[in-house]
């Protein structure tokens, strides 16, 4: 992984269209089950610089969890103090310790098996009556440059999803695509790569200029139908699991 893209995401994480609509949906779906001002034990598996830890933390107590030393300095100048280093394919807590788990859009970067063994440990984490909020990128034809940069290994199908919640032992409650409005433009974006090489570069890299807010505006419009409703296609997948 270059550290720079994790330099870069910090830098954007507060104002880049995508993060504030993705964080409206992921709020969305959480807020069908738990409302803002709990006391929820939540931890994040995979916090990258810890920027989803400040929302989360509407909900109840945050602990983040990241494989990155350099990207949990970042979170620790973000101001948070509940920071462990580890994998999420080996959580270094104890079993029924948390009431939400949240992985977001770390699974795609594991390889090998390791995305099963990495769901199996955040629902021993759960406890009874607990959830897991997963969200993953969609379609594998969709590789392009950004994830070459970010060491994307896969991108998911839905009904692959569905199937490592289930092997974890998970009920999944809710299951859908995101990102579904803007997924011409981005599927044309990342189809075109190969015709401009030297413009290839991370997502995150790009300015939406004076288009930014109505990007995120227009994204941030999907919380309500993908809190409620499957989507039939999008740039993401948002999945939540019950442990019984």
Same mark, same amino acid.
């Given at each position: 992984?270059?550290?720079?893209?994790?330099?870069?995401?910090?830098?954007?994480?507060?104002? =880049?269209?995508?993060?504030?609509?993705?964080?409206?949906?992921?709020?969305?779906?959480?807020?069908?089950?738990?409302?803002?001002?709990?006391?929820?034990?939540?931890?994040?598996?995979?916090?990258?610089?810890?920027?989803?830890?400040? &929302?989360?933390? !509407?909900?109840?107590?945050?602990?983040?969890? !990241?494989?990155?030393?350099?990207?949990?300095?970042?979170?620790?100048?973000?101001?948070?103090?509940?920071?462990?280093?580890?994998?999420?394919?080996?959580?270094?807590?104890?079993?029924?310790?948390?009431?939400?788990v949240t992985s977001l859009d770390v699974l795609p970067?594991l390889r090998g098996g390791q995305d099963l063994a990495?769901?199996?440990?955040?629902?021993?984490?759960?406890?009874?009556?607990?959830? =897991?909020?997963?969200?993953?990128?969609?379609? !594998?034809?969709?590789?392009?440059?950004? !994830?070459?940069?970010?060491?994307?290994?896969?991108? &998911?199908?839905?009904?692959?999803?569905?199937? $490592?919640?289930?092997?974890?032992?998970?009920?999944?409650?809710?299951?859908?695509?995101?990102?579904?409005?803007?997924?011409? =433009?981005?599927?044309? $974006?990342?189809?075109?790569?190969?015709?401009?090489?030297?413009?290839?570069?991370?997502?995150?890299?790009?300015?939406?200029?004076?288009?930014?807010?109505?990007?995120?505006?227009?994204?941030?419009?999907?919380?309500?139908?993908?809190?409620?409703?499957? =989507?039939?296609f999008g740039l993401s997948l948002i999945v939540v699991?019950? $442990?019984?």
């Amino acid at each position: 992984m270059n550290l720079e893209e994790y330099e870069i995401m910090f830098n954007v994480e507060d104002t =880049l269209w995508w993060y504030r609509g993705m964080q409206a949906i992921t709020r969305a779906v959480i807020e069908r089950h738990y409302p803002r001002g709990g006391r929820l034990r939540i931890l994040d598996a995979g916090c990258g610089t810890g920027a989803a830890m400040r &929302y989360l933390a !509407d909900y109840g107590a945050v602990t983040g969890l !990241d494989l990155v030393p350099f990207a949990l300095r970042l979170g620790r100048r973000r101001g948070h103090a509940r920071l462990a280093c580890g994998s999420v394919a080996a959580l270094p807590f104890p079993s029924e310790s948390f009431d939400l788990v949240t992985s977001l859009d770390v699974l795609p970067m594991l390889r090998g098996g390791q995305d099963l063994a990495a769901v199996r440990e955040m629902a021993r984490l759960i406890a009874p009556g607990g959830r =897991l909020v997963l969200r993953a990128a969609a379609y !594998d034809w969709l590789r392009g440059a950004h !994830d070459r940069l970010w060491d994307v290994a896969h991108r &998911y199908a839905f009904d692959e999803l569905r199937a $490592k919640v289930e092997g974890a032992g998970l009920t999944v409650e809710h299951l859908t695509y995101a990102n579904m409005w803007l997924f011409p =433009l981005a599927a044309l $974006k990342r189809l075109s790569e190969p015709l401009f090489p030297r413009q290839a570069q991370s997502d995150l890299a790009l300015s939406a200029g004076p288009f930014n807010g109505l990007l995120g505006a227009i994204l941030a419009g999907e919380a309500p139908l993908a809190a409620r409703w499957r =989507l039939p296609f999008g740039l993401s997948l948002i999945v939540v699991g019950r $442990k019984s």
